[in-house]
């Protein structure tokens, strides 16, 4: 069956028609600048190569029916009418504690999602636009939501406390979350199909390292401790996020820059990490370069981060009394060797043994640790739409 799957961002809207039966994806494409000046539509299916293409949009209605006609053209849509997509699956930022699963949208689901406005005041609000933009434009097709805080909802009370007066999260439920949720679950998953084992026998190490990095702990295919917390703030140094830091730096920083909380904490969403370490970029590609030009900035950005990354794997191998398999994922883990070699340099203690060769290889995936090593470690590509497209299905079978 025709499964949508939507990514809905204040000012974006990232989609993909996938065949649940086959996996393949049908179309897929990206709304731009909704609301701003010069909206557009970027397209590709498999009947046309990608194109970008300037269309009004001046909220996420116009967008959706922007995607409906592109998906319906004559001559490069995928399918002849909309009635063909049997269902709506998104993404959603944050479920708190009401959802450690996916949901089929009903009022109540709404109201639960908006109650967590709160934790993701930038994600929430936009993910629900886009869901009730469908509910308008498609009456009869099901929405399914998939949270990327649910699968961490298995985390014992112990990893999700934070040391705070207990009121916090009793009254406010501030507590660790994390997210991700549905990459650690995909490559956990395919893990355990790839050794041939049952997901209850393993304990795997996630390192889900993109633009945002997070790191997760899954014992017997349960998520049982993760890097980021009660926001995406948290946890391994990132693009431009700084990850964990010393909690007193705000006060810190806002009394130097006579800034509030909120304005240091853009600072330590959007100017920090390896793009604030290094002056360079958040992309690690450009920080690869600089280093092999000898950019000494580069080089001690780097070091930082492959140092945050090789401290939550020691630590999730202690939490879990040891690890089976270690998996690196996203932009970066699929793709950066040398991000990959650096890690790995420091697990020996582990029994890790890197296989150079295989881990020569990007975006695929791979064993990159040899035969014999004690620990096994892998590439796997993440595909959270894939993801998504299945719970969506399976919620609704
Ligand atoms: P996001 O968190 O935005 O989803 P991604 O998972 O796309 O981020 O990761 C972005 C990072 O992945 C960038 O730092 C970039 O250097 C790296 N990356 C993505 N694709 C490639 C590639 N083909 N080769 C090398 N690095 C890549």
Do not use: W
């Amino acid at each position: 069956m025709e499964v949508l799957v939507i990514n809905c961002g204040s000012s974006s809207l990232k989609f993909q028609l996938i065949d649940s039966d086959s996996e393949k994806v049908l179309a897929k494409g990206l709304c731009e600048r909704i609301g701003i000046e010069g909206s557009s539509i970027t397209y590709e299916s498999e009947r046309c190569s990608k194109e970008t293409k300037e269309i009004d949009m001046p909220t996420h209605h116009e967008a959706i029916t922007a995607v409906i006609d592109a998906l319906t053209d004559k001559a490069k849509g995928v399918i002849k009418d909309m009635k063909e997509v049997k269902a709506v699956g998104h993404r959603v930022v944050h479920g708190g504690e009401y959802f450690s699963r996916p949901a089929v949208v009903t009022e109540e689901v709404l109201s639960k999602i908006e109650a967590c406005n709160y934790l993701a005041p930038l994600h929430n609000p936009a993910n629900i636009i886009g869901i009730k933009a469908c509910m308008r434009i498609m009456k009869d097709t099901p929405n399914v939501v998939v949270f990327d805080t649910a699968f961490h909802q298995t985390m014992p009370e112990s990893a999700f406390l934070y040391g705070l007066p207990e009121k916090y999260y009793k009254i406010n439920k501030i507590r660790r979350y994390g997210f991700h949720g549905t990459s650690h679950s995909f490559v956990s998953k395919r893990v355990a199909e790839i050794v041939g084992k049952s997901l209850s026998e393993l304990k795997t190490i996630v390192c889900h390292l993109g633009n945002g990095a997070s790191i997760c702990a899954v014992d017997g295919g349960k998520s049982v401790d993760t890097s980021m917390g009660l926001t995406p703030l948290a946890g391994v140094i990132m693009g431009t996020r700084s990850g964990d830091i010393d909690p007193g730096i705000l006060e810190v920083i806002a009394d130097i820059e006579k800034k509030d909380v909120s304005q240091v904490t853009d600072i330590l969403n959007k100017e920090s990490g390896i793009a604030g370490l290094s002056g360079v970029s958040s992309d690690f590609r450009d920080i690869t370069k600089a280093i092999e030009e000898g950019n000494k900035t580069a080089k001690s950005a780097f070091d930082a981060y492959i140092q945050t990354v090789v401290r939550f794997i020691g630590a999730y191998v202690a939490v879990m009394n040891g690890v089976d398999n270690i998996v690196f994922t996203a932009g970066v883990g699929e793709n950066n060797t040398a991000v990959r070699q650096a890690v790995c340099s420091h697990l020996g203690y582990l029994g890790v043994m890197l296989d150079e060769k295989a881990n020569s290889k990007r975006g695929e995936e791979v064993m990159i640790s040899t035969p014999d090593s004690k620990v096994k470690v892998y590439v796997i590509p993440t595909n959270e739409e894939l993801a998504i497209a299945r719970e969506t299905v399976s919620l609704l079978k």
